[in-house]
Protein backbone atom coordinates (compact mmCIF):
# COMPACT_ATOMS: atom_id res chain seq x y z
CA UNK A 1 0.00 0.00 0.00
CA UNK A 2 1.50 3.98 -0.39
CA UNK A 3 1.54 5.86 2.60
CA UNK A 4 0.60 8.67 1.25
CA UNK A 5 -2.79 9.36 1.75
CA UNK A 6 -3.12 6.85 3.57
CA UNK A 7 -5.22 7.09 7.38
CA UNK A 8 -3.28 5.92 9.92
CA UNK A 9 -3.46 4.57 14.05
CA UNK A 10 -0.34 4.65 16.18
CA UNK A 11 -0.72 3.23 19.57
CA UNK A 12 1.86 4.71 22.19
CA UNK A 13 2.30 7.73 20.42
CA UNK A 14 3.14 9.77 22.61
CA UNK A 15 6.99 8.90 23.22
CA UNK A 16 9.51 7.23 21.37
CA UNK A 17 9.00 4.66 18.71
CA UNK A 18 5.27 5.59 18.55
CA UNK A 19 5.45 9.36 18.33
CA UNK A 20 8.33 8.68 15.39
CA UNK A 21 5.82 6.36 13.28
CA UNK A 22 3.16 9.49 13.63
CA UNK A 23 5.42 11.91 12.80
CA UNK A 24 7.44 10.06 9.82
CA UNK A 25 3.84 9.17 8.69
CA UNK A 26 2.74 12.67 8.40
CA UNK A 27 6.11 13.83 6.62
CA UNK A 28 5.32 10.90 4.08
CA UNK A 29 1.68 12.21 3.24
CA UNK A 30 -0.67 10.48 5.19
CA UNK A 31 -3.89 12.03 4.71
CA UNK A 32 -4.58 11.55 8.75
CA UNK A 33 -2.96 10.15 11.51
CA UNK A 34 -4.72 9.08 14.64
CA UNK A 35 -1.85 9.37 17.62
CA UNK A 36 -3.27 7.21 20.87
CA UNK A 37 -2.07 6.80 24.14
CA UNK A 38 -3.31 5.72 27.97
CA UNK A 39 -2.57 9.64 28.45
CA UNK A 40 -3.54 11.68 25.73
CA UNK A 41 -2.61 14.95 26.99
CA UNK A 42 0.82 13.66 26.99
CA UNK A 43 0.84 13.56 22.95
CA UNK A 44 2.73 16.73 22.03
CA UNK A 45 2.54 16.23 18.05
CA UNK A 46 1.13 19.13 15.99
CA UNK A 47 -1.14 17.75 13.07
CA UNK A 48 -2.36 14.52 14.12
CA UNK A 49 -5.98 13.44 15.90
CA UNK A 50 -5.28 12.21 19.41
CA UNK A 51 -7.35 9.35 20.99
CA UNK A 52 -7.34 7.81 24.42
CA UNK A 53 -6.91 4.17 24.44
CA UNK A 54 -5.60 1.22 26.29
CA UNK A 55 -4.73 -1.30 24.60
CA UNK A 56 -5.16 -3.67 27.57
CA UNK A 57 -9.24 -2.88 28.21
CA UNK A 58 -11.25 -4.01 25.42
CA UNK A 59 -13.99 -1.25 26.34
CA UNK A 60 -10.94 1.25 25.40
CA UNK A 61 -10.05 -0.55 22.14
CA UNK A 62 -13.58 -0.70 21.19
CA UNK A 63 -13.81 2.93 21.57
CA UNK A 64 -10.48 3.68 19.70
CA UNK A 65 -12.28 1.83 16.65
CA UNK A 66 -15.33 3.13 17.02
CA UNK A 67 -13.98 6.59 16.69
CA UNK A 68 -11.30 6.04 13.63
CA UNK A 69 -13.76 4.14 11.33
CA UNK A 70 -11.80 4.97 8.36
CA UNK A 71 -8.24 3.59 9.54
CA UNK A 72 -6.51 2.02 6.22
CA UNK A 73 -3.11 1.13 8.37
CA UNK A 74 -2.67 0.48 12.29
CA UNK A 75 0.44 0.41 14.01
CA UNK A 76 0.75 -1.76 17.02
CA UNK A 77 3.28 -0.10 18.69
CA UNK A 78 2.16 0.46 22.41
CA UNK A 79 4.08 -2.37 24.71
CA UNK A 80 5.75 -2.46 28.13
CA UNK A 81 8.79 -4.46 29.79
CA UNK A 82 8.35 -5.22 33.98
CA UNK A 83 12.05 -6.79 33.93
CA UNK A 84 10.39 -10.01 35.29
CA UNK A 85 11.10 -13.88 35.10
CA UNK A 86 9.22 -16.61 34.84
CA UNK A 87 9.72 -18.54 37.90
CA UNK A 88 10.58 -16.65 40.11
CA UNK A 89 9.43 -13.29 39.46
CA UNK A 90 5.43 -12.00 39.89
CA UNK A 91 3.13 -13.39 37.47
CA UNK A 92 0.72 -11.01 37.88
CA UNK A 93 3.25 -9.06 35.99
CA UNK A 94 3.71 -11.80 33.56
CA UNK A 95 -0.20 -11.86 32.98
CA UNK A 96 0.54 -7.80 32.69
CA UNK A 97 2.42 -8.00 29.68
CA UNK A 98 0.93 -10.41 27.77
CA UNK A 99 -2.47 -8.80 28.12
CA UNK A 100 -0.30 -5.58 27.18
CA UNK A 101 2.23 -7.24 24.41
CA UNK A 102 -0.02 -9.78 23.02
CA UNK A 103 -3.55 -9.51 23.87
CA UNK A 104 -3.77 -5.80 23.51
CA UNK A 105 -2.26 -6.39 19.96
CA UNK A 106 -4.72 -9.19 19.02
CA UNK A 107 -8.02 -7.07 20.14
CA UNK A 108 -6.63 -4.08 18.26
CA UNK A 109 -6.58 -6.12 14.96
CA UNK A 110 -9.90 -8.28 16.12
CA UNK A 111 -11.89 -4.51 16.14
CA UNK A 112 -9.87 -2.94 13.35
CA UNK A 113 -9.47 -5.72 10.84
CA UNK A 114 -13.00 -4.48 9.59
CA UNK A 115 -12.88 -1.32 8.87
CA UNK A 116 -9.67 -2.18 7.34
CA UNK A 117 -11.72 -4.31 5.05
CA UNK A 118 -14.37 -1.64 4.07
CA UNK A 119 -10.94 0.60 3.27
CA UNK A 120 -9.99 -2.03 0.73
CA UNK A 121 -7.75 -4.37 3.07
CA UNK A 122 -5.02 -1.76 3.88
CA UNK A 123 -2.13 -2.57 6.38
CA UNK A 124 -1.39 -3.63 9.89
CA UNK A 125 2.23 -3.41 11.60
CA UNK A 126 2.89 -5.24 14.67
CA UNK A 127 5.92 -3.73 15.98
CA UNK A 128 7.75 -7.01 17.81
CA UNK A 129 11.43 -7.34 18.71
CA UNK A 130 14.54 -9.44 18.35
CA UNK A 131 14.07 -10.63 21.61
CA UNK A 132 10.68 -13.07 19.88
CA UNK A 133 13.54 -15.24 19.44
CA UNK A 134 15.58 -15.10 22.46
CA UNK A 135 15.41 -14.50 26.23
CA UNK A 136 17.71 -13.52 28.82
CA UNK A 137 17.17 -13.17 32.92
CA UNK A 138 15.65 -10.24 33.95
CA UNK A 139 13.73 -10.26 30.26
CA UNK A 140 12.05 -13.33 30.49
CA UNK A 141 8.68 -12.35 30.60
CA UNK A 142 9.19 -9.91 27.53
CA UNK A 143 10.91 -12.86 25.52
CA UNK A 144 7.41 -14.76 26.38
CA UNK A 145 5.32 -11.85 25.31
CA UNK A 146 7.40 -11.51 21.97
CA UNK A 147 7.25 -14.90 20.73
CA UNK A 148 3.64 -15.35 21.80
CA UNK A 149 2.64 -11.84 19.67
CA UNK A 150 5.30 -13.10 16.77
CA UNK A 151 2.96 -16.35 16.45
CA UNK A 152 -0.01 -14.38 16.56
CA UNK A 153 0.82 -12.10 13.88
CA UNK A 154 2.04 -15.01 11.55
CA UNK A 155 -1.40 -16.54 12.24
CA UNK A 156 -3.92 -13.38 11.89
CA UNK A 157 -1.29 -12.86 8.59
CA UNK A 158 -3.05 -16.34 6.87
CA UNK A 159 -6.89 -15.22 8.29
CA UNK A 160 -6.52 -11.57 6.77
CA UNK A 161 -5.15 -12.39 3.67
CA UNK A 162 -8.14 -13.32 2.02
CA UNK A 163 -9.87 -10.10 2.43
CA UNK A 164 -6.53 -8.12 1.06
CA UNK A 165 -4.63 -6.54 4.50
CA UNK A 166 -1.37 -6.95 4.63
CA UNK A 167 0.24 -7.84 8.14
CA UNK A 168 3.94 -6.73 8.78
CA UNK A 169 6.05 -7.87 11.40
CA UNK A 170 8.90 -5.60 12.69
CA UNK A 171 11.72 -6.80 14.47
CA UNK A 172 13.96 -5.04 16.09
CA UNK A 173 17.33 -4.85 18.47
CA UNK A 174 17.59 -2.03 20.61
CA UNK A 175 16.34 1.18 19.67
CA UNK A 176 16.65 4.77 21.43
CA UNK A 177 14.11 5.09 23.63
CA UNK A 178 13.17 5.55 27.35
CA UNK A 179 12.95 1.12 27.36
CA UNK A 180 16.74 0.89 26.65
CA UNK A 181 17.96 3.81 27.87
CA UNK A 182 20.33 2.13 30.61
CA UNK A 183 22.28 -0.01 27.58
CA UNK A 184 25.04 1.25 26.52
CA UNK A 185 25.33 0.42 23.12
CA UNK A 186 24.58 1.36 19.82
CA UNK A 187 20.87 1.70 18.64
CA UNK A 188 18.77 2.56 16.03
CA UNK A 189 16.85 5.36 16.08
CA UNK A 190 13.00 6.10 16.13
CA UNK A 191 12.36 7.51 12.99
CA UNK A 192 14.94 5.01 11.12
CA UNK A 193 13.03 2.12 12.67
CA UNK A 194 9.67 3.79 11.10
CA UNK A 195 11.11 4.23 8.12
CA UNK A 196 12.10 1.18 8.08
CA UNK A 197 8.82 -0.56 8.84
CA UNK A 198 6.80 1.56 6.58
CA UNK A 199 9.31 1.17 3.37
CA UNK A 200 8.31 -2.70 4.49
CA UNK A 201 4.84 -1.67 4.33
CA UNK A 202 5.10 0.14 0.69
CA UNK A 203 7.21 -2.94 -0.67
CA UNK A 204 4.16 -5.22 0.77
CA UNK A 205 6.86 -7.18 3.14
CA UNK A 206 6.05 -9.54 5.49
CA UNK A 207 8.64 -9.01 7.96
CA UNK A 208 10.92 -6.05 8.64
CA UNK A 209 14.47 -6.74 10.21
CA UNK A 210 15.30 -3.32 10.67
CA UNK A 211 18.80 -3.39 12.47
CA UNK A 212 22.25 -5.88 11.77
CA UNK A 213 21.01 -7.44 15.53
CA UNK A 214 17.83 -8.62 14.18
CA UNK A 215 19.42 -9.91 11.45
CA UNK A 216 21.64 -11.65 12.99
CA UNK A 217 19.67 -13.29 15.67
CA UNK A 218 17.39 -14.80 13.41
CA UNK A 219 19.91 -15.92 11.14
CA UNK A 220 20.77 -18.24 14.12
CA UNK A 221 17.40 -19.77 14.65
CA UNK A 222 18.47 -22.79 12.87
CA UNK A 223 21.08 -23.66 15.32
CA UNK A 224 20.44 -25.94 18.31
CA UNK A 225 19.25 -24.67 21.77
CA UNK A 226 22.60 -25.05 23.09
CA UNK A 227 24.57 -24.14 20.29
CA UNK A 228 21.98 -20.67 19.95
CA UNK A 229 22.38 -20.14 23.70
CA UNK A 230 26.67 -19.92 23.04
CA UNK A 231 26.03 -18.02 20.06
CA UNK A 232 23.61 -15.16 21.87
CA UNK A 233 26.41 -15.01 24.99
CA UNK A 234 29.58 -14.17 22.23
CA UNK A 235 27.45 -11.62 20.64
CA UNK A 236 25.96 -10.32 24.08
CA UNK A 237 29.26 -10.23 25.09
CA UNK A 238 30.87 -8.40 22.48
CA UNK A 239 28.09 -5.64 22.33
CA UNK A 240 28.70 -5.03 25.45
CA UNK A 241 32.33 -4.39 24.75
CA UNK A 242 32.11 -2.20 22.04
Known amino acids: MDINNSVALVTGANRGLGRAFAQRLLER ?41 DVSLLINNAGI ?22 FGHLGMIREFAPALARNGGGAIVNVLSAMSWFG ?23 ELAEQGTLVTAVHLGLADTDMA ?48 NAAMDRALAALMAA
Do not use: C
Open 81 to 102: STGTDLVTGSLEAVRHELETNM
Open 29 to 69: GARKVYATARRPEAVDLPGVEVLPLDIADPASVRAAAEAAP
Open 136 to 158: GKGANAYHLTKAAAWAMTNGVRL
Open 181 to 228: AGWPVDKITPSDLADAALDGVEAGSAEVLADQWSRDVKSRLPLTPEEF
